[in-house]
């Protein structure tokens, strides 16, 4: 039986993994470590984030496995790698589009997050700072429960607004982000211009919508949905004139042309209850 040699397919995953590449589909094994990704859109920025999970397996992690003061890859393997398809800001500091790797510095009572433009890289063994596009300082605090995986999760996500937060054992820091509201109206704006010009109700439908909920452009959205009503009635353009009417609080004209709609599009019902008995909380508060 001929035997293979596995050392030269060894090597080369550990120069592929020095030099932060992807191994190929079929040597992507579990790992200690396990992969793991985050999508979140915050106004009109995508962002993206790849990073892989150590656990702490009864090990005192910060200033022991993680020392305190020295530059650490923010999880483990691979730099984690984080992308922003605009540009955006990270605790009030600007930061262009573009793909990242994220490293920590951890201290007793903070953490400097640095973001670098040299994204594939494997951990921090090669960092030199001259790549550091962006270093923000934020106060660490004490978690309620224990974290046994490293975890990032975004929380609070309001319009423009949105936070990122590392957590592993005790600890936690959470990076405050903002995107950019003029580009969020302009978006909105530009799908009225591209409805108008193809007559296009789902359009219309979304950015009315979308103003009802922020409570934005509520004017423009009144002549937006007369134009789509113009080009065709239907049960979603009339649900939005009734929200629109209980926005106003003109709850008896919302109400009445509810039951219209419930009578006219009975497969909805359930959607013309809903609101039906959101409004009669609202006209008793």
């Known amino acids: 039986m001929k035997k293979v040699c596995f050392l030269p397919i060894l090597l080369w995953c550990w120069?592929?993994?020095?030099?932060?590449?992807?191994?190929?589909?079929?040597?992507?094994?579990?790992?200690l470590s396990a992969k793991a990704s985050l999508q979140q859109t915050i106004g009109v920025t995508d962002i993206s984030l790849h990073y892989y999970r150590p656990n702490a397996k009864g090990r005192r992690i910060w200033g022991e496995l993680v020392p305190f003061g020295e530059v650490w890859r923010a999880g483990a393997n691979n730099t984690s790698k984080i992308t922003f398809s605009t540009a955006i800001k990270v605790e009030g500091k600007e930061l262009?589009?573009?793909?990242?790797s994220l490293f920590v510095i951890p201290e007793v009572k903070q953490w400097t997050f640095i973001f670098n433009t040299s994204p594939n890289q494997f951990g921090a063994f090669f960092y030199t700072g001259e790549s550091d596009a962006l270093k923000v300082i934020v106060p660490v605090e004490k978690r309620k429960n224990h974290q046994e995986s490293l975890s990032y999760q975004f929380d609070n996500i309001h319009l423009n607004k949105g936070e990122?937060?590392?957590?592993?054992?005790?600890k936690e820091a959470i990076l405050h982000m903002e995107t950019s509201l003029d580009e969020l109206y302009q978006h909105v704006l530009d799908l009225v211009k591209l409805a108008d010009e193809q007559q296009n109700n789902t359009y219309y439908t979304a950015c009315i919508?979308?103003?009802?909920?922020?409570?934005?452009?509520?004017?423009?959205?009144?002549?937006?949905?007369?134009?789509?009503?113009?080009?065709?009635?239907?049960?979603g353009n009339q649900l939005l004139q009734c929200r629109l009417w209980a926005l106003k609080k003109e709850y008896d004209m919302a109400n009445?042309?509810?039951?219209?709609?419930?009578?006219?599009?009975?497969?909805?019902?359930?959607?013309?209850?809903?609101?039906?008995?959101?409004?009669?909380?609202?006209q008793k508060l």
Do not use: C, M, N
């Not at 262009?96 to 990242?100: D, K, R, V």
């Not at 919508?209 to 049960?235: C, M, N, R, V």
């Not at 709609?261 to 809903?274: A, H, R």
């Open 164 to 170: 990122l937060r590392l957590s592993w054992g005790t």
């Open 96 to 100: 262009a589009a573009g793909t990242y």
């Open 256 to 282: 009445h042309q509810l039951e219209k709609l419930g009578k006219e599009y009975p497969q909805f019902v359930t959607i013309v209850s809903s609101f039906k008995s959101r409004w009669e909380k609202e």
């Open 15 to 31: 120069t592929l993994q020095v030099f932060g590449q992807e191994l190929p589909s079929e040597l992507q094994l579990s790992e």
């Open 209 to 235: 919508s979308w103003a009802i909920d922020h409570q934005h452009f509520i004017t423009e959205a009144e002549q937006w949905l007369a134009a789509s009503l113009a080009i065709k009635p239907g049960f």
